[in-house]
């Protein structure tokens, strides 16, 4: 029996077709999980810019009573300006060192979100918490009563 090099040659053929359709799926599953990681950088980056845009509100806040409820506004509309839905949303702002005008204080605002994954990619499940802190100092001169 005499196998020619052309048999030899032929009969790995399919063996190509298997290696390509390997890669093909190893490099879809690599740009998905990219593209997953992307999108909750984006999260992070949205509920960073609430945060920091709410602490700067409550710090130029001339009423103390109003702040809070002026950083769950403003927090609130930059998530919605985002996009980004939130099935859980907590806003804390909490002032330190207020007194009497002219004296230093800050303003920490913390915002949580419980982002679904399927808002970041559509058709997966369950949430990821997303958490970010902001520090502004109180503007001196209209300090929070």
């Known amino acids: 029996m005499t196998i020619r090099w052309t048999q030899l040659r032929s009969d790995d053929r ?9 890669g093909v799926f190893a490099l ?3 740009l998905g999980l990219g593209l997953v990681g ?20 409550v ?8 702040a809070s409820t002026q950083a769950d506004d ?7 300006q985002q996009s980004l839905t939130c099935t859980d949303l907590k ?9 009497k005008p002219g004296e230093d204080g800050y303003v920490v605002v913390t915002v ?12 997966l499940s369950g949430t990821r918490t997303v958490r970010s802190e902001f520090r ?4 001196r001169y209209g300090a929070l009563t």
């Not at 399919?14 to 390997?22: E, H, N, Q, R, S």
């Not at 949580?112 to 058709?123: E, F, K, Q, R």
């Open 91 to 99: 806003i804390d702002a909490v002032v330190d060192g207020r007194g």
């Open 112 to 123: 949580t979100c419980m982002v679904p994954y399927a808002d970041l990619i559509p058709g």
């Open 14 to 22: 399919g063996d190509m077709t298997i290696k390509a359709t390997v």
């Open 28 to 30: 879809i599953l690599l």
């Open 59 to 66: 710090s130029l806040a001339h009423d103390g009573r109003s």
């Open 74 to 80: 403003t927090a609130r509309a930059v998530l919605a």
């Open 136 to 139: 502004s100092p109180i503007d």
């Open 38 to 57: 992307m999108r909750v950088q984006i999260a992070q980056a949205a509920v960073a810019e609430a945060a920091r845009a709410a602490a700067r509100t």
